[in-house]
Nanobody
Framework: QVRLVESGGGLVQAGGVLRLSCVVSSGIIVGINQMGWYRQAPGKQRELLATISRSDSIYYADSVKGRFTISRDNANKNMVYLQMNNVKPEDTAVYYC??????????WGQGTQVTVSS
């Protein structure tokens, strides 16, 4: 288990941009690990948005493909970003960072609220 710290959430108008950050702040880390972003809107299940693998292969859910970009920090490989462009009101949710170790165990951040106004 590691501790993840997310930042960058807030209130943004539809069509605007936002960038979320997530860093592993403590814990035992061996090598580079898969990281990803999920979100959960009120009354809905947590939804996978994007992942970046140990080899930097990237996956996007259809709901964010072409609008959101996941990237890994060049200096700190246990830090990732989610660039959110052309946001929509339906993007309103709590966004969670995920870290998965090489054994498949997951750690989660505390979540950051993103609210998109129309």
């Amino acid at each position: 288990q590691v501790r993840l710290v997310e930042s960058g959430g807030g209130l943004v108008q539809a069509g605007g941009v936002l960038r979320l950050s997530c860093v592993v702040s403590s814990g035992i880390i061996v090598g580079i690990n898969q990281m990803g972003w999920y979100r959960q809107a009120p009354g809905k299940q947590r939804e996978l948005l994007a992942t970046i693998s140990r080899s930097d292969s990237i996956y996007y859910a259809d709901s964010v493909k072409g609008r959101f970009t996941i990237s890994r920090d060049n200096a700190n490989k246990n830090m990732v970003y989610l660039q959110m462009n052309n946001v929509k009101p339906e993007d309103t949710a709590v966004y969670y960072c995920n870290w998965r170790n090489q054994g498949g165990s997951d750690s989660w951040g505390q979540g950051t609220q993103v609210t998109v106004s129309s």
